[in-house]
């Protein structure tokens, strides 16, 4: 399984920006697949993991109402569509990939991060 995150840049607050997780070795229907994130010194924190068939899926309530996820079955692709950047979504976000939606340490494949930095 493996995972590559792009799409991370400079934005400024109240902007958008769109990642990309483009996933080879396993399918978007049989595994869960979400975005997690780490800001410097920080512990890495679930984003948005949507759960398959029922299970489990996470979404940290400080991005509620402004990241949302989308999928392309076709290319296999994850995306996460964020709005409203504020200074502390600044962070390398990574998708990561397993069974089920779980915390980070749970989740047994990872992709390089990709830095997002929102400031003015």
């Known amino acids: 399984v493996q995972l590559q995150a792009s799409g991370g840049g400079l934005v400024q607050p109240g902007g958008s920006l769109t990642l990309s997780c483009s996933v080879s070795?396993?399918?978007?229907?049989?595994?869960?697949v979400g975005w997690y994130r780490q800001v410097a010194g920080e512990e890495r924190e679930g984003v948005i993991c949507?759960?398959?068939?029922?299970?489990?899926?996470l979404r940290l309530e400080a991005v509620k109402g402004r990241f949302a996820v989308s999928e392309d079955s076709a290319t296999n692709t994850l995306y996460l569509q964020m709005n409203n950047l504020k200074v502390e979504d600044t962070a390398v976000y990574y998708c990561?990939?397993?069974?089920?939606?779980?915390?980070?340490?749970?989740?047994?494949?990872w992709g390089k991060g990709t830095l997002v930095t929102v400031s003015s």
């Open positions: 990561a990939a397993d069974v089920e939606c779980n915390q980070p340490k749970f989740m047994n494949y």
């Open positions: 949507p759960g398959k068939n029922g299970g489990i899926s």
């Open positions: 070795g396993v399918s978007l229907d049989a595994y869960s």
